[in-house]
């Protein structure tokens, strides 16, 4: 199902962030600002809002209870240096770092999906591996090394080419066997590949390397917001940890 601005995961009104390259949520990247007014809010509001955003860009798909049984108050960084000087970035934007283990966060980071609900898709209908062995289950966490591929058929910016037509002038026949990427629109401030995966497109296939970490200068996982906004969504879930 091709989800559109009338349904809420991107409305306008809202302006909620998703796992997408839907031009309404690209839209909504463009309008949204990131400088968030506080002054009227208590502590415990900024949390409830930083959550909110966070987790609607990283996992909306996920429930709150998937995501407390993933959830570490331990965050993974790195202490060495780059460039000498550099300051080292906060490492609380690793707060969701745990969910780019799952299955269909891979699929679309490797940018073999066209959002987090088409990585899905694609895993539950069987076109996504891991090792060779068909994985049905999009909230499955690999571990470093696994090699997840994907159906070439399956993925939408893969398209068939077509022989040249002869001599005769005769209709030229679809080449099965070969095929060329064809970006979809408003894709390409999204075609980008993290750090922690290594993505191999002529096979349709990626490596999970490790999780993603904070070093100096730098910040792996990809997201739309700033680290105090991760700072306050960790807070929210360390204090009402169960």
């Known amino acids: 199902m091709v989800r559109n601005a009338t ?94 283990r799952r299955l269909d966060f891979i699929v679309f980071r490797s940018n073999f999906a066209p959002s987090i609900y088409a990585a899905r898709q694609l895993v539950g209908h069987g076109k996504v591996t891991i090792n060779g062995k068909t994985m049905p289950f999009p909230s499955h966490r690999v571990t470093d090394g696994d090699i997840i591929t994907v159906d070439p058929k399956a993925v939408s910016t893969l398209k068939k080419t077509k022989s040249t037509a002869t001599e005769e002038g005769e209709e030229a026949a679809a080449d099965k066997s ?48 700033p680290p105090q906004m991760h700072a306050l969504a960790y807070e929210f879930y360390a204090r009402n940890r169960k």
């Open 178 to 225: 070969g095929m060329e990427f064809v970006p979809a629109p408003y894709s390409q401030p999204f075609l980008f590949v993290p750090d922690y995966l290594e993505v191999n497109y002529n096979t349709c296939s990626t490596c999970f390397l490790r999780s993603p970490i904070s070093r100096p200068g730098k910040t792996e996982i990809p997201s739309p917001f």
């Open 7 to 100: 349904i809420p995961n991107f409305s306008l009104r809202r302006q909620m962030l998703r796992m997408s390259w839907n031009k309404y949520n690209l839209f909504n990247l463009t309008q949204r600002t990131r400088t968030v007014n506080n002054a009227n809010k208590t502590l415990y509001q900024q949390k409830w809002a930083a959550k909110k955003d966070t987790r609607a860009y990283h996992g909306d798909q996920i429930t709150e209870r998937q995501w407390q049984s993933m959830f570490k108050t331990r965050l993974p960084t790195a202490n060495t240096k780059v460039g000498g000087v550099e300051p080292h970035p906060p490492v609380f934007s690793l707060t969701f770092a745990e969910m780019e």
